[in-house]
């Protein structure tokens, strides 16, 4: 059981790499409207399917990672649903997007009639993916409790989570205000900078998760947290 603990405390870290890949090898379109996101999956369908793929592997692992933290830190109850609400959205965001890779790849842009179906799916994925920045935030949010009330080395890494808990708060609104028809400018940017930091979050919890287990196999939360 020791071992298994630590093979579902490493998931995060798995979940990390898995997802960071994903989205390397399947960027998306430059652009939200029907003709440019058709000719993207056209030529680059295989790639959409398969980062859906991966990024289904890598939430498997992030809900048995999400799991093992709850039965070890405190928070548990918030770990369990912000993670579960997290990986929930971010399936949706994908399955708009997979969808589009099966419907279109291969084919010819100009044999397309209409291009409102292919805006309005990657619409939903572009849309799901907004809203997950509030249960981001509620996930960085509820596993940074666990930190503060944990062993004292990890209390330094919790106040980084604060930061990044009042990050999330900030961008998810200005996500959903900004005006996202060119996939471009600073909204974009600064939405790819705090996804690449929540990737790093999740890392980096794995990695303490794995540590503590090390230390102590049968840590729980009363056990972790100090008096």
């Known amino acids: 059981m020791a071992r298994f603990r630590l093979l579902r405390a490493a998931g995060?870290?798995?979940?990390?790499?898995?997802?960071?890949?994903?989205?390397?090898?399947?960027?998306?379109?430059?652009?939200?409207?029907?003709?440019?996101?058709?000719?993207?999956y056209t030529a680059h369908g295989d790639a959409a399917i398969w980062q859906a793929v991966l990024v289904g592997?890598?939430?498997?692992?992030?809900?048995?990672?999400?799991?093992?933290?709850?039965?070890?830190?405190?928070?548990?109850?918030?770990?369990?649903?912000s993670a579960g609400a997290m990986a929930a959205v971010y399936l949706v965001t994908l399955g708009a997007w997979e969808a589009l890779g099966e419907t279109y790849n291969g084919g010819n842009v100009?044999?397309?009639q209409s291009f409102g179906d292919a805006h309005a799916l990657f619409d939903v994925g572009v849309g799901a993916s907004?809203?997950?920045?509030?249960?981001?935030?509620?996930?960085?949010?509820?596993?940074?409790?666990?930190?503060?009330?944990s062993d004292?080395?990890?209390?330094?890494?919790?106040?980084?989570?604060?930061?990044?808990t009042v990050a999330w708060l900030i961008n998810a609104p200005l996500q959903i205000l900004a005006d996202q028809r060119t996939m471009s400018g600073w909204s974009v940017t600064v939405g790819t900078i705090l996804f690449l930091a929540l990737l790093a979050?999740?890392?980096?919890?794995?990695?303490?998760?794995?540590?503590?287990?090390?230390?102590n196999p049968a840590a729980t939360p009363a056990m972790v947290a100090e008096p």
């Not at 997802?19 to 090898?25: K, R």
């Not at 592997?57 to 649903?81: D, H, I, K, Q, T």
């Not at 907004?130 to 009330?149: E, I, K, N, Q, R």
Request: net charge neutral; with cysteine; hydrophobic share 65%.
């Open 57 to 81: 592997f890598g939430v498997f692992c992030f809900v048995w990672f999400a799991g093992a933290f709850a039965e070890a830190m405190p928070s548990a109850n918030a770990v369990l649903v």
């Open 110 to 112: 100009i044999d397309v």
């Open 130 to 149: 907004h809203m997950a920045s509030f249960v981001d935030a509620a996930f960085v949010g509820a596993t940074t409790v666990g930190l503060l009330t």
């Open 152 to 164: 004292r080395p990890w209390r330094r890494l919790g106040a980084i989570g604060i930061v990044l």
């Open 12 to 40: 995060g870290a798995v979940f990390a790499v898995v997802t960071l890949t994903a989205f390397l090898i399947s960027p998306g379109p430059s652009s939200a409207g029907g003709e440019a996101v058709v000719a993207y």
């Open 201 to 215: 979050w999740v890392f980096a919890l794995s990695v303490i998760l794995v540590i503590t287990l090390r230390r």
